[in-house]
């Protein structure tokens, strides 16, 4: 069972443990001492074991001793063992590694060790990374701590290599001056940022996707981002992983203020990926129960993620905006200079890494935190701003404001801890001209869902009667009708509609990605795309014959024969005239719902919508 314990430090060193008189080492020997005939004799029990010193866990607050002894063969052989296995049917386990202990002499060794920690110097370490707090204070967990006395003890590849100075001047060589790997390296440190100011402010992990092929230099990118904190490799124990791991083990490796690398994207196939980018983005791994029906501790982790791959990873989600405003995206970006910059950085940073994270630490825990959030706030600010002067601004600018702010405080930091000059104007710009939401038909779902509803109709047109159809086919999804061109709500020109069952429709936005089917109905009605009374959103329509169902009337954003028939024309080329007809002079009435029109609905029907799917 786990304890929370707390250590508090004292000025000096007080102890009230037993010490063991009868137990001692002589000549190498521990053993105990016994009264014969009025004298004691010292019997020996085997070769010593000796405390070397003893480590105290930061995050437990468990005791570790480091133990050293000669063995048979006469080497000397060191264990870190824990002191909770200072007992006798744990400590005999020692047996394996050459101590001389069995269940007789198990208590005799146990004082022997006892006897020795209380004089040995006691150490703190830590298994984990990132910020954490220590006796009320901030504290940064690296391979040595920072404003701690702590190293760490764990496998991974954490500790600086090579030169600072080199590391700098590659830096000032190839990554100052380019915009794409200023913004990477300013990014790597906003994960810093995000782990330090996470209890000031709510925001998500930094996410960074980095798309297109190999010859891009996304990989090199990415590996230049780890570097500034760990190994930037594939050879483990490092922070490169592969979208071939699992979640669950993907949530439980991911460390706090590390960059972070997960590669292969590409190899996701046609995996739903809208989990597995919803988790990564929270850094909080979902709870479970024990074998004993108590809730087991959940995976926490805050900092910058990098995503690689020659696809978009957030095509595989579901079509939900709140994806949008977790992720920065970047396609066919060339991120590095040239091949010859991309071959110096790679020669650099597998000989040099580990030197950034910790000097940026160093300097975060020096500052007012306060004042860190101020400037984050006055970003944040400043990027609404230069959304609504760019008019891009929209209902998802403010949510993904604070994610791009966290990189620019980054970027003030990056030049005053590593004395670099960054360009800040051109990173906000080169976010900006690659956000995910200053376009609108990214950011509306209705525009989504409605694209993707003309991508679906022009790839299954033969599914759809209409007039070029038979007057029966199988597996029909729907009917399209050519109808007198109306004006949408947005400015867009309709020659036909599309009637289609609710349970055909939810299959259609299904096999699209689009889970809100209610939201999409919504935004349909407001842009004119949906008839129907004003209160609802479902009609009686008829496909087949005169036979009345349950459906929705979808006036599409296309004239009459432009889908499908003899004219059949791709979706691209759809939607291109469609784009093209948006600022052309137009002849059309206003469409308007006609109140007695065949589909409207008597006031005791049913309306209730089917369960969305899981």
Known sequence: MDYTVTIQEESEKITHAVFHKSVEIVEGQYG???????????????????????????????????????????????????REDLVENKIVSLTAYGVQVSKKTADYLIKSIENQEVNVKHLLCHAKLGMAEWNGEKIFKGA??????SKYTGKLRVSPKGTYANYKKMLKQDVIGHTPMEFLLSASISGLLVDYLK????????????????????????????????????????????????????????????????????????????QTLYSLSSGTEKRRLSGGMEVNESSRFRTALFLTSEKSILAQCNMNTGLLTRNFEFQNVTWTS??????????????????????????????????????????????????????TYNNLTERTAKQSALILVAVDIVNEVLKLKLNKEAIGDFMEEHSLVNSVEQVSIGKRAMEWLLQFISKNYTQFLSKDSPKEISNCRGKLENMQTVLLNTDEESGMRLKVTASEFMKILKEGHFS?????????????????????????????????????????????????????KDYEEVLEERRKRINKPRQVIKDEYVEDDFFSIDDDDDLDFPEDWK
């Open 32 to 82: 105990h001492y016994i009264y014969k005939k009025d004298e004691m004799i010292y019997i020996p029990c085997g070769g010593a074991v000796f405390v070397k010193n003893s480590i105290t866990e930061v995050e437990t607050c468990k005791q570790y001793l480091t133990l050293y002894f000669d063995s048979g063969d006469g080497k000397r052989r060191t264990i870190l063992f824990p």
């Open 144 to 149: 040595k701590g920072v404003g701690i006395d």
């Open 199 to 274: 209890e000031s402010i709510s925001v998500e992990n930094i996410m960074v996707h980095m798309i297109g092929e190999s010859s891009t230099g996304k990989t090199t990118g990415a590996l230049l981002a780890v570097s500034c904190g760990s190994a930037p490799d594939f050879l483990g124990n490092n922070f490169v992983f592969s979208f071939q791991d699992t979640l669950n083990s993907l949530m439980r490796l991911i460390p706090n203020s590390y960059p972070t690398l997960i590669d292969e994207g590409s190899l996701l196939t046609d995996r739903d990926m809208t």
């Open 338 to 391: 040239s091949a010859e910059s991309a071959d110096r950085i790679k020669s650099v940073v597998t000989e040099n890494y580990g030197h950034i994270i910790p000097r940026v630490a160093k300097w975060l825990l020096e500052q007012d935190r306060q004042e860190l959030v101020e400037k984050i706030v006055q970003e944040t600010n400043a990027v609404i701003k230069r959304a609504r002067e760019a008019k």
């Open 516 to 568: 809100e089917k209610a939201t999409v109905l919504k935004e349909w009605k407001e842009m004119g795309y949906l008839k129907a009374q004003s209160d609802r959103y479902i009609s009686r329509i008829k496909i087949v014959g005169d036979i009345q169902v349950k459906g929705y009337i979808i006036q599409l954003p296309v004239p009459s024969n432009k889908i499908g028939g003899d004219g059949e």
